[in-house]
């Protein structure tokens, strides 16, 4: 139920009422973060210490998951489900930080995390080199991080998300 409710902070011209929209879209999107908040600590606290954990690409790519979803919900909040301040930041370099963050780093870097962990047994051996998997990790999280960072610090000061509205200097 909480999840689907979320769908009001995406969607800036809804037609319900202005108060009935920041409301409506305030409490839920708070309140998606309770699941999420304990579904991560369970994660982690099940983990344990990860200095004795055998690492590998696929652990590195779940673990790396939790954090970004941790922070692409941490930046979503409180700006991002106010209808009243979602234009704004709607137009900015903000949003897609955010979703890049949501879809590339935490969907997406967690399926491929999934299918590295559970490949082998898909398959039946091993389908990937080790230092290979770990180039993949590194690069997948050095280029989506300064993809992400660039567009939250240009989308912070301001950066026009539409291309046609950007000035000759970007």
């Given at each position: 139920m909480l999840g689907a409710s979320v769908?009001?902070?995406?969607?800036?011209?809804?037609?319900?009422?202005?108060?009935?929209?920041?409301?409506?879209?305030?409490?839920?999107?708070?309140?998606?973060?309770?699941?999420?908040?304990?579904?991560?600590?369970?994660?982690?606290?099940?983990?344990?210490?990860?200095?004795?954990?055998?690492?590998?690409?696929?652990?590195?790519f779940i673990f790396a998951a939790a954090?970004?979803?941790?922070?692409?919900?941490?930046?979503?909040?409180?700006?991002?489900?106010?209808?009243?301040?979602?234009?704004?930041?709607?137009?900015?370099?903000?949003?897609?930080?955010?979703?890049?963050?949501?879809?590339?780093?935490?969907?997406?870097?967690?399926?491929?995390?999934?299918?590295?962990?559970?490949?082998?047994?898909?398959?039946?051996?091993?389908?990937?080199?080790?230092?290979?998997?770990?180039?993949?990790?590194?690069?997948?999280?050095?280029?989506?991080?300064?993809?992400?960072?660039?567009f939250a610090i240009a989308g912070f000061?301001?950066?026009?998300?539409?291309?046609?509205?950007?000035?000759?200097?970007?």
């Amino acid at each position: 139920m909480l999840g689907a409710s979320v769908y009001v902070h995406h969607l800036v011209d809804d037609p319900w009422p202005l108060i009935l929209r920041d409301i409506f879209a305030q409490t839920s999107t708070a309140l998606i973060g309770i699941p999420f908040a304990a579904l991560w600590m369970l994660f982690f606290i099940t983990l344990g210490d990860p200095r004795k954990l055998k690492w590998d690409a696929g652990l590195a790519f779940i673990f790396a998951a939790a954090v970004w979803n941790i922070i692409g919900g941490i930046q979503a909040e409180p700006t991002q489900p106010t209808p009243s301040v979602d234009p704004t930041v709607h137009n900015t370099l903000w949003l897609p930080s955010h979703f890049h963050i949501m879809l590339a780093l935490y969907s997406v870097g967690g399926l491929l995390g999934v299918l590295y962990v559970v490949g082998p047994e898909l398959w039946g051996r091993k389908w990937y080199s080790e230092k290979l998997g770990w180039i993949h990790f590194w690069g997948w999280q050095g280029g989506m991080g300064l993809l992400v960072t660039a567009f939250a610090i240009a989308g912070f000061y301001g950066a026009i998300r539409r291309e046609v509205a950007w000035p000759a200097f970007l």
